[in-house]
Nanobody
Framework: QVQLVESGGGLVQPGGSLRLSCAAS????????MGWYRQAPGKQRELVAA???????NYPSSVLGRFTISRDNAKNTLYLQMNSLKPEDTAVYYC?????????????WGQGTQVTVSS
């Protein structure tokens, strides 16, 4: 079973940048899609960026133009570059990998990394 481990979170001032990493214990080529999600206190977990195996990306309007998802297949690592951070970006950020096997889909989650945007 592949394990995902996030890193790179921390405290940053508004307008600052952070890069999150998600290291997989196995090949990320085995995932049909990968993504970053976040969950703020009292809110539901939401998608912030996704990338498919063919390189297609998807972002919600709240982060479009500020966040960039990328994957390094050789390093088995997924990244999230976050620029122009806002206080409302404060949340625990999770990495997810999804595998489609026939009609079944298997999701793998990391443990999360805290991002706090505050002056």
């Amino acid at each position: 079973q592949v394990q995902l481990v996030e890193s790179g979170g921390g405290l940053v001032q508004p307008g600052g940048s952070l890069r999150l990493s998600c290291a997989a214990s196995g090949s990320i080529l085995s995932f049909n899609a990968m993504g970053w999600y976040r969950q703020a206190p009292g809110k539901q977990r939401e998608l912030v960026a996704a990338v498919t195996s063919d390189g297609s990306t998807n972002y919600p309007s709240s982060v479009l133009g500020r966040f960039t998802i990328s994957r390094d297949n050789a390093k088995n690592t997924l990244y999230l570059q976050m620029n122009s951070l806002k206080p409302e970006d404060t949340a625990v950020y999770y990495c997810k990998g999804s595998k489609q096997v026939g009609i079944a889909r298997y999701d793998y989650w990391g443990q999360g990394t805290q991002v706090t945007v505050s002056s």
